[in-house]
């Protein structure tokens, strides 16, 4: 089993709809939760953090976090075309360790 | 904003060539990061350093080696390059884990391709 699990997709969404991205982790005592967004051919650029049960809110992105299930999920709200990316997961585990899940690729139809 | 900056964004070598791979930080940041991303395979790390002088290996060490006299540099440096290590080569830098973990900060990659 991997640490960090993510579906590859492409996920594909029409514009203006609701983009949920999935991410499990098998650490228990993981704390620390990362959201990337990496365009085809750059670098990955942090777009949230999570350390907390819940939710957190940064525009039209939501960060969920459900420790007792192992996952955190990644929303985007009202999807664009330039939202049309791979979304990276990053966990750090009990050993502040950070694993990344490979990526699942958004692609937002006009 | 943090700013992590590698020397070359394109990069073309020989077979057997000794290559340097600069990458320096402006944010005072203790911890520095090589990886290399392929495509199917994700992100890769080579090497991590938490200070002056100190490195680790990471999970994919082979043929690679790095250098970290100063706080703000961390080379990635390939003994004698292969047709294999033709990837994209990620640096990035965090700061050191406190209450909290710090998330990393890439810089913008360097594709190498060595033929």
């Known amino acids: 089993q991997k640490e960090v699990e993510q579906n590859s997709g492409p996920l594909s969404v029409p514009e203006g709809a609701i983009a949920s991205l999935n991410c499990t982790y098998s650490d228990r005592g993981s704390q620390s939760f990362f959201w990337y967004r990496q365009y085809s051919g750059k670098s990955p650029e942090l777009i949230m953090s999570i350390y907390s049960n819940g939710d957190k809110e940064d525009g039209r992105f939501t960060a969920q976090l459900n420790k007792a299930s192992q996952y955190v999920s990644l929303l985007i709200r009202d999807s664009q075309p330039s939202d049309s990316a791979t979304y990276l997961c990053?966990?750090?585990?009990?050993?502040?360790?950070?694993?990344f899940g490979g990526g699942t690729r958004l692609m937002v139809k006009p | 904003d943090v700013k992590v900056t590698q020397s070359s964004r394109y990069l073309v070598k020989r077979t057997g060539e000794k290559v340097f791979l600069e990458c320096v930080q402006d944010?005072?940041?203790?911890?520095m990061f090589w990886y290399r991303q392929d495509p199917g395979l994700g992100l890769r790390l080579i090497y991590f350093s938490y200070d002056v002088k100190m490195k680790e290996k990471g999970d994919i060490p082979e043929g690679y080696s790095v250098s970290r006299e100063k706080k703000e540099r961390f080379s990635l440096i390939l003994e004698s390059a292969s047709t294999n290590q033709t990837s994209m080569y990620l640096c990035a830098s965090s700061s050191p884990t406190g209450v909290r973990n710090s998330p990393l900060h890439f810089g913008n990659g360097t594709r190498l391709t060595v033929t």
């Open positions: 990053a966990v750090y585990n009990a050993g502040n360790m950070l694993t």
């Open positions: 944010m005072d940041h203790e911890n």
